[in-house]
């Protein structure tokens, strides 16, 4: 009866707003809808909201990149002209704040808070790119549903050759939307109600979320820091995990471990010795390893990148994920895989196929012919995945001698293009600096930074599990997969914020 | 006590290796193939099997005629073709763009629909960018769709609608179109109605949407606004959410009108409305479509997204966005695409429609979509060499005329749930968004079995 009143009382309500709507053609954004039974499915519940996001209804003033053309404001309505909104780009975090991104573009900022590369993707992307669009005009049609066969097929044959295993195409490897989807792909088909998912922290935002919407229950256990010689930097290796610990962790509820090396946003390298503890675990406990490896050429100082699915005995248990953003500097293109065991991936596959079926043809097809470059150069100084981590790590050494002029502490990363910087001697200096009551202070510290230092980067704690915040509140990420420029950019910043510290 | 313990650890995990090592030599297996909670999530069970990966391997034979797989093989507008080639050299546009959609995309869709919704659209909040308009179907069910819930399908339906309310974990309740042929007139699409007492008779508390897919695929039916009234009097009257599939939304032909049921009173609250690019601009392959509908439902299929893909590529959006302006502007005019491609449809669907008659059958004319079915069994084909007798008539006969005759097509009980599949099984798919030397191939394989049959 109630629903009845309910339903009636929208169709009134309706009727009589489409009556205003005639007159004014404007309808309220915020008006109610009162469903009698719940709205939104429960698996939402948790992950719905972005804890930094404006307030709804507010506007999101952010810098124009691409207006659209003349005409277009004697087509449309006076509130689209008005808006002049165009939006910065944003990075694909969860807990990315909206918020910082627009306090970055109001200020005057080198923003080193968004994950992605300033500069272009290399010559021979862009052309395997416009090979793709202007090749079959049958390319603008769909393909396989796992993946354009010329795709699956290189990428079969490159990482077979990396992880020391038969890959088949068909079976061993399904083409996702980024890594991004196959992580979410890899949780749908395999994490149930009740299942626990070890999360090592920090971690990169969204597996806790995919945890939950795939109704598991995320379990983290803390990469601990070491402690240092005083006055030496800290390394992003001097963070491990406890053994013990680790084992602590699993439990017969167990279902899946997510490894991510290189790690974003420490830029922690696992070492042979640790996947190996990693893998002895998992395979006593009859675990399946999700690892997430998308910044795996990115590496530095000799240290190796070492895929845990070549481990003996994790080939089997291990889902193996990659991103051709990463690797050829184009994370537009949205193109990544998952590898691993047929009897994994056909989980895979049937929620691909029950989620977005195919993924586009040409960025797949630009994606092929980028590996064919990588595989004739492979090793060589012309090939690209030798040349983008000497490149960033030029930039990587700059940022960290450039951040220590102020004060700040960089954790040198031994991979990722990432890295935290320690800001505890700022915490001890400015311990109040403005923000909401449970603000936490790298949060705080991040914001005093654009709007007076003018540089922006993202506080650490945000890829904490919330009980420890708090206990990471002093670092900040910066991001060095930057241009030349912004990082020249970030040191007239510093200089100047130099000139301006209390003797 | 904790020595206690310990020991009923150590026997515990003693006990687990045994086993393993035990259970393992039995089979004859590696320790390492066996154990292994490998075991899938529930929520796919069931789900792993699907039409179209069975299909289009059968007609990926080149020798096939392939009018099976709704995939046009006709060239998308020259513009759209160029818009995308000039983007690629455009470095920001290789990077992250906006999760919910490309600002000048979601500029671009909003000053489309809002003359058909005849209200601003805010491109932010009542609008979603996804991986096709697949994936906005996966977003709205995922969003909206709760275990325990009922959604009601109309049959026949895209395929894809059960799995995803299934993987849900909701109950699909499905109800039927109906029609018969009449004597001495053409069959037509909206000869198949929905009965309105059956479709008032599928709701009840447990009912949270409903799925409309106009124009239809397969039958190519346009609902009237008289239908489309009884629907949305329903979703009103039972509290229901309308999530309506119009990827074909401009392919309707000569004396029809496509009718969006979220502009009709009450609706637009409750509706989420699907569109794609790839149907629009025949790119299918860019994989992009788009959810439109008020905010409070809106948000929840964002939040999916943002925990799903995050963001879909940013140099096919951009080049959509500027195809779009091109059409935007010259929406009246011929040469517009919405207008160009519907007439061009129009003449192949005539085509396909006097083709088989001409082989015998009542195929059904559809007023819209690019598919057109038609009843098979009036050939009597001999299939008795094809095994496996489980399966619908309709299967046999497209394996067996792809194997025979060189043409392929889809049967029609795919689009049909276990219960219904001898409900469509006589009939069959056929695709006409196909070059002229395609449906010239076509002809040819016709006209040859009309000589075989006399």
Same mark, same amino acid.
């Given at each position: 009866?109630?629903?009845?009143?309910?339903?009636?009382?929208?169709?009134?309500?309706?009727?009589?707003?489409?009556?205003?709507?005639?007159?004014?053609?404007?309808?309220?954004?915020?008006?109610?809808?009162?469903?009698?039974?719940?709205?939104?499915?429960?698996?939402?519940?948790?992950?719905?909201?972005?804890?930094?996001?404006?307030?709804?209804?507010?506007?999101?003033?952010?810098?124009?990149?691409?207006?659209?053309?003349?005409?277009?404001?004697?087509?449309?309505?006076?509130?689209?002209?008005?808006? *002049? !909104?165009?939006?910065?780009? +944003?990075? #694909?975090?969860? %807990?990315?704040?909206?918020? @910082?991104?627009?306090?970055? =573009?109001?200020?005057?900022?080198?923003?080193? *808070? !968004?994950?992605?590369?300033? +500069?272009? #993707?290399?010559? %021979?992307?862009?052309?395997? @790119?416009?090979?793709?669009? =202007?090749?079959?005009?049958?390319?603008?049609?769909?393909?396989?549903?796992?993946?354009?066969? #010329?795709?699956?097929?290189?990428?079969?044959? @490159?990482?077979?050759?990396?992880?020391?295993?038969?890959?088949?195409?068909?079976?061993?490897?399904?083409?996702?939307?980024?890594?991004?989807?196959?992580?979410?792909?890899? @949780?749908?088909?395999?994490?149930?109600?009740?299942?626990?998912?070890?999360?090592?922290?920090?971690?990169?935002?969204?597996?806790?979320?995919?945890?939950?919407?795939?109704?598991?229950?995320?379990?983290?256990?803390?990469?601990?820091?070491?402690?240092?010689?005083?006055?030496?930097?800290?390394?992003?290796?001097?963070?491990?995990?406890?053994?013990?610990?680790?084992?602590?962790?699993?439990?017969?509820?167990?279902?899946?471990?997510?490894?991510?090396?290189?790690?974003?946003?420490?830029?922690?390298?696992?070492?042979?010795?640790?996947?190996?503890?990693?893998?002895?675990?998992?395979?006593?406990?009859?675990?399946?390893?999700?690892?997430?490896?998308?910044?795996?050429?990115?590496?530095?100082?000799?240290?190796?990148?070492?895929?845990?699915?070549?481990?003996?005995?994790?080939?089997?248990?291990?889902?193996?994920?990659?991103?051709?953003?990463?690797?050829?500097?184009?994370?537009?293109?949205?193109?990544?895989?998952?590898?691993?065991?047929?009897?994994?991936?056909?989980?895979?596959?049937?929620?691909?196929?029950?989620?977005?079926?195919?993924?586009?043809?040409?960025?797949?097809?630009?994606?092929?012919?980028?590996?064919?470059?990588?595989?004739?150069?492979?090793?060589?100084?012309?090939?690209?995945?030798?040349?983008?981590?000497?490149?960033?790590?030029?930039?990587?050494?700059?940022?960290?001698?450039?951040?220590?002029?102020?004060?700040?502490?960089?954790?040198?990363?031994?991979?990722?293009?990432?890295?935290?910087?320690?800001?505890?001697?700022?915490?001890?200096?400015?311990?109040?600096?403005?923000?909401?009551?449970?603000?936490?202070?790298?949060?705080?510290?991040?914001?005093?930074?654009?709007?007076?230092?003018?540089?922006?980067?993202?506080?650490?704690?945000?890829?904490?599990?919330?009980?420890?915040?708090?206990?990471?509140?002093?670092?900040?990420?910066?991001?060095?997969?930057?241009?030349?420029?912004?990082?020249?950019?970030?040191?007239?910043?510093?200089?100047?914020?130099?000139?301006?510290?209390?003797? | 006590?904790?020595?206690?313990?310990?020991?009923?650890?150590?026997?515990?995990?003693?006990?687990?290796?045994?086993?393993?090592?035990?259970?393992?030599?039995?089979?004859?297996?590696?320790?390492?193939?066996?154990?292994?909670?490998?075991?899938?999530?529930?929520?796919?069970?069931?789900?792993?099997?699907?039409?179209?990966?069975?299909?289009?391997?059968?007609?990926?034979?080149?020798?096939?005629?392939?009018?099976?797989?709704?995939?046009?093989?006709?060239?998308?507008?020259?513009?759209?073709?160029?818009?995308?080639?000039?983007?690629?050299?455009?470095?920001?546009?290789?990077?992250?763009?906006?999760?919910?959609?490309?600002?000048?995309?979601?500029?671009?869709?909003?000053?489309?629909?809002?003359?058909?919704?005849?209200?601003?659209?805010?491109?932010?909040?009542?609008?979603?960018?996804?991986?096709?308009?697949?994936?906005?179907?996966?977003?709205?069910?995922?969003?909206?769709?709760?275990?325990?819930?009922?959604?009601?399908?109309?049959?026949?339906?895209?395929?894809?609608?059960?799995?995803?309310?299934?993987?849900?974990?909701?109950?699909?309740?499905?109800?039927?179109?109906?029609?018969?042929?009449?004597?001495?007139?053409?069959?037509?699409?909206?000869?198949?109605?929905?009965?309105?007492?059956?479709?008032?008779?599928?709701?009840?508390?447990?009912?949270?949407?409903?799925?409309?897919?106009?124009?239809?695929?397969?039958?190519?039916?346009?609902?009237?606004?008289?239908?489309?009234?009884?629907?949305?009097?329903?979703?009103?009257?039972?509290?229901?959410?309308?999530?309506?599939?119009?990827?074909?939304?401009?392919?309707?032909?000569?004396?029809?009108?496509?009718?969006?049921?979220?502009?009709?009173?009450?609706?637009?609250?409750?509706?989420?409305?699907?569109?794609?690019?790839?149907?629009?601009?025949?790119?299918?392959?860019?994989?992009?479509?788009?959810?439109?509908?008020?905010?409070?439902?809106?948000?929840?299929?964002?939040?999916?997204?943002?925990?799903?893909?995050?963001?879909?590529?940013?140099?096919?959006?951009?080049?959509?966005?500027?195809?779009?302006?091109?059409?935007?502007?010259?929406?009246?005019?011929?040469?517009?695409?919405?207008?160009?491609?519907?007439?061009?449809?129009?003449?192949?669907?005539?085509?396909?429609?006097?083709?088989?008659?001409?082989?015998?059958?009542?195929?059904?004319?559809?007023?819209?979509?690019?598919?057109?079915?038609?009843?098979?069994?009036?050939?009597?084909?001999?299939?008795?060499?094809?095994?496996?007798?489980?399966?619908?008539?309709?299967?046999?006969?497209?394996?067996?005329?792809?194997?025979?005759?060189?043409?392929?097509?889809?049967?029609?009980?795919?689009?049909?749930?276990?219960?219904?599949?001898?409900?469509?099984?006589?009939?069959?798919?056929?695709?006409?968004?196909?070059?002229?030397?395609?449906?010239?191939?076509?002809?040819?394989?016709?006209?040859?079995?009309?000589?075989?049959?006399?």
């Amino acid at each position: 009866m109630f629903r009845n009143v309910a339903a009636i009382y929208l169709h009134l309500a309706g009727l009589l707003q489409r009556k205003k709507a005639g007159t004014s053609l404007t309808r309220c954004l915020h008006q109610t809808f009162a469903m009698a039974k719940r709205l939104q499915a429960r698996r939402l519940d948790g992950i719905d909201h972005n804890p930094w996001a404006l307030e709804p209804g507010s506007p999101v003033p952010v810098t124009v990149k691409h207006a659209p053309p003349d005409f277009a404001s004697q087509l449309c309505s006076q509130q689209l002209r008005d808006s *002049g !909104q165009v939006t910065s780009l +944003f990075e #694909p975090q969860q %807990f990315q704040r909206v918020e @910082f991104s627009r306090m970055a =573009s109001e200020y005057d900022v080198v923003n080193l *808070g !968004q994950g992605f590369p300033d +500069f272009p #993707p290399p010559d %021979f992307a862009v052309q395997a @790119f416009q090979l793709a669009l =202007s090749s079959d005009f049958m390319l603008n049609q769909y393909t396989k549903a796992f993946g354009y066969p #010329p795709l699956t097929e290189i990428l079969a044959s @490159f990482f077979g050759k990396l992880l020391g295993q038969e890959i088949d195409p068909l079976k061993n490897v399904l083409v996702t939307v980024g890594a991004y989807g196959a992580l979410f792909t890899a @949780f749908q088909a395999l994490v149930d109600e009740g299942d626990e998912v070890i999360i090592i922290e920090p971690f990169f935002d969204c597996y806790e979320p995919m945890t939950l919407m795939a109704g598991g229950r995320p379990v983290f256990v803390t990469l601990k820091l070491s402690p240092t010689q005083d006055g030496e930097l800290d390394s992003a290796s001097n963070w491990q995990l406890d053994p013990t610990e680790l084992a602590s962790k699993f439990t017969s509820r167990t279902k899946a471990l997510v490894l991510n090396t290189p790690n974003n946003p420490l830029g922690k390298v696992f070492s042979e010795a640790e996947l190996e503890l990693v893998a002895s675990l998992c395979q006593q406990h009859d675990v399946i390893c999700i690892s997430d490896e998308v910044y795996q050429w990115l590496v530095y100082d000799g240290h190796q990148h070492i895929s845990i699915a070549s481990l003996p005995g994790m080939w089997e248990r291990t889902l193996t994920i990659g991103s051709a953003g990463k690797s050829f500097s184009a994370t537009g293109w949205k193109v990544g895989w998952a590898l691993g065991p047929d009897r994994l991936l056909k989980h895979l596959r049937t929620v691909h196929q029950n989620t977005i079926y195919h993924c586009p043809t040409q960025g797949q097809a630009a994606v092929a012919q980028s590996f064919q470059h990588e595989q004739a150069h492979f090793g060589q100084a012309s090939s690209y995945f030798v040349q983008l981590p000497e490149a960033v790590l030029r930039s990587r050494d700059h940022m960290v001698r450039s951040l220590q002029s102020v004060g700040l502490r960089p954790v040198i990363p031994q991979g990722s293009y990432f890295l935290i910087a320690d800001i505890s001697d700022f915490k001890s200096k400015m311990p109040d600096l403005p923000g909401d009551a449970e603000e936490p202070y790298d949060s705080r510290f991040v914001k005093w930074m654009i709007r007076n230092k003018g540089l922006a980067a993202i506080p650490a704690s945000i890829f904490y599990s919330m009980p420890h915040r708090k206990h990471f509140d002093h670092y900040v990420r910066f991001c060095f997969v930057k241009d030349e420029s912004t990082l020249q950019a970030m040191d007239e910043k510093l200089q100047r914020w130099k000139t301006e510290l209390r003797p | 006590m904790f020595l206690a313990q310990r020991r009923l650890c150590s026997l515990d995990s003693r006990a687990k290796f045994l086993k393993t090592i035990y259970s393992s030599k039995i089979l004859g297996l590696p320790a390492s193939a066996m154990s292994l909670k490998i075991t899938n999530a529930k929520r796919i069970e069931g789900l792993d099997s699907n039409v179209w990966v069975e299909f289009t391997k059968l007609a990926a034979d080149p020798s096939v005629v392939n009018l099976g797989q709704g995939l046009p093989d006709i060239s998308p507008p020259v513009y759209v073709k160029e818009k995308l080639s000039k983007i690629a050299a455009i470095d920001s546009l290789n990077q992250y763009t906006r999760g919910f959609g490309h600002p000048s995309l979601v500029k671009a869709l909003a000053c489309l629909y809002e003359k058909f919704y005849q209200n601003q659209i805010n491109p932010n909040k009542e609008i979603l960018v996804t991986v096709g308009a697949y994936g906005s179907l996966f977003n709205a069910i995922q969003g909206l769709i709760d275990k325990g819930d009922e959604v009601i399908i109309i049959m026949p339906f895209y395929d894809c609608y059960e799995p995803m309310v299934r993987m849900a974990g909701a109950t699909p309740v499905f109800i039927p179109l109906r029609s018969k042929p009449v004597d001495g007139k053409r069959w037509s699409s909206s000869d198949w109605t929905l009965d309105p007492q059956e479709l008032a008779s599928k709701f009840n508390s447990k009912t949270k949407a409903i799925i409309l897919n106009t124009p239809h695929n397969p039958i190519g039916k346009v609902y009237t606004k008289e239908e489309l009234q009884v629907i949305a009097d329903l979703c009103i009257k039972n509290d229901t959410l309308c999530i309506s599939d119009e990827v074909y939304e401009w392919l309707v032909y000569t004396g029809n009108k496509h009718l969006k049921i979220a502009t009709f009173p009450g609706m637009w609250e409750r509706t989420i409305t699907i569109g794609s690019a790839g149907k629009t601009f025949s790119v299918t392959g860019w994989k992009l479509g788009w959810s439109i509908g008020p905010n409070h439902l809106i948000k929840h299929l964002q939040t999916v997204q943002q925990n799903s893909v995050y963001t879909c590529a940013t140099p096919l959006q951009e080049a959509l966005a500027q195809a779009f302006w091109i059409d935007i502007k010259r929406m009246d005019d011929p040469e517009c695409y919405f207008n160009s491609l519907p007439k061009e449809l129009e003449v192949k669907r005539d085509r396909m429609v006097h083709l088989l008659e001409s082989l015998g059958l009542k195929p059904i004319v559809p007023d819209g979509g690019y598919f057109i079915i038609a009843d098979v069994s009036l050939l009597d084909a001999d299939l008795s060499d094809m095994k496996d007798s489980n399966e619908p008539y309709d299967y046999k006969f497209v394996k067996w005329m792809t194997k025979n005759k060189k043409l392929s097509a889809i049967p029609v009980s795919a689009f049909c749930n276990e219960e219904t599949k001898l409900q469509f099984e006589k009939f069959v798919r056929f695709c006409f968004i196909k070059k002229d030397s395609t449906l010239d191939a076509a002809e040819e394989i016709i006209k040859a079995w009309i000589r075989q049959k006399s």
